[in-house]
């Protein structure tokens, strides 16, 4: 009799430890996972479906706003609708030259499906990055059957992956000593101006020199000939 209630009291944990293992296996994330401090750059917030019988059809990402993202732009994807919702700071921010007090707070994709078995990328371009270590950008994805899974937990250095881990950002320290290319081309071409220009003067004194002694020559001899 222990026998028979054992059996289906293990049944039951091994496919509840499967379900978290599918959870924790295949969620949404962002991508790429690192970027620089100060940059701008293109991120895809990836999205698989996990039930085998609904479709997602709800993706909403909110982005920090303790360490703000000023300029925030939305690639169209086919078949859905974008909703970008912005927010007040309570302490303006300087950015782009000017004082920046709202910056969009959610992005919300809704009017298409990610099938059983696919799954859907939704590009956003930010920038520039804050000085933070991460940025978190918990994610709701709502399916047809009406189920919510939120992707909202903040992963901690050195412990297990959380079930439901939101999509996180990693940020570097930009390199101080790595001039932008524009910058680095254009004293390249300066300089190289100048040398050009340096080297023209010294070419035309050398054939005014040239000249002079040709002409001095010249007067030489036509005093040395005779009457």
Not at 78 to 83: F, L
Not at 93 to 100: F, L, Q, S
Not at 210 to 219: C, G, I, N
């Given at each position: 009799?222990?026998t028979t209630?054992?059996?289906?009291?293990?049944l039951?944990?091994?496919?509840m430890s499967?379900?978290?293992?599918?959870?924790?296996g295949?969620h949404?994330?962002?991508?790429?996972?690192?970027?620089t401090?100060?940059?701008?750059?293109?991120v895809?917030f990836r999205v698989?479906?996990?039930r085998?019988d609904?479709g997602?059809v709800?993706?909403?990402?909110?982005f920090?706003?303790?360490r703000p993202?000023?300029?925030?732009?939305?690639?169209?994807v086919?078949?859905?609708?974008?909703?970008v919702?912005?927010t007040?700071?309570?302490?303006p921010?300087?950015?782009?030259?000017?004082?920046?007090s709202?910056?969009?707070s959610k992005v919300?994709w809704?009017?298409?499906t990610i099938?059983p078995?696919?799954?859907?990328?939704?590009?956003?371009?930010?920038?520039?990055?804050p000085?933070a270590?991460r940025?978190l950008f918990?994610?709701l994805q709502t399916?047809?059957s009406g189920?919510?899974v939120r992707?909202i937990e903040e992963?901690?250095?050195g412990?297990p992956?959380?079930?439901?881990?939101a999509?996180v950002?990693e940020?570097?320290a930009?390199s101080s000593a790595s001039?932008?290319?524009t910058?680095l081309?254009?004293e390249t071409?300066?300089?190289?101006?100048?040398a050009?220009?340096?080297?023209?003067a010294?070419?035309?004194?050398?054939l005014g020199l040239?000249?002079?002694?040709?002409?001095?020559?010249?007067?030489a001899?036509?005093?040395r000939?005779?009457?």
């Open positions: 009799m222990r209630r054992v059996v289906p009291a293990v039951v944990a091994v496919a499967v379900a978290v293992a599918g959870s924790a295949a949404a994330t962002v991508n790429p996972q690192q970027a401090q100060g940059s701008y750059t293109k895809a698989p479906n996990e085998p609904s997602t709800k993706l909403e990402v909110s920090p706003t303790d993202i000023t300029s925030v732009s939305v690639r169209p086919s078949g859905w609708t974008v909703d919702e912005r007040r700071l309570p302490t921010v300087r950015a782009h030259g000017r004082e920046i709202e910056v969009v919300t809704t009017g298409g099938r078995g696919e799954f859907e990328e939704f590009d956003v371009s930010v920038g520039p990055l000085e270590e940025l918990k994610a399916y047809a189920e919510v992707w992963p901690v250095a412990g992956e959380p079930a439901f881990p999509p950002l940020l570097t930009a001039a932008p290319e910058e081309a254009a071409t300066g300089s190289a101006a100048d050009g220009d340096g080297t023209d010294i070419a035309v004194a050398g040239r000249a002079l002694a040709l002409v001095v020559a010249v007067a001899l036509l005093r000939r005779p009457a």
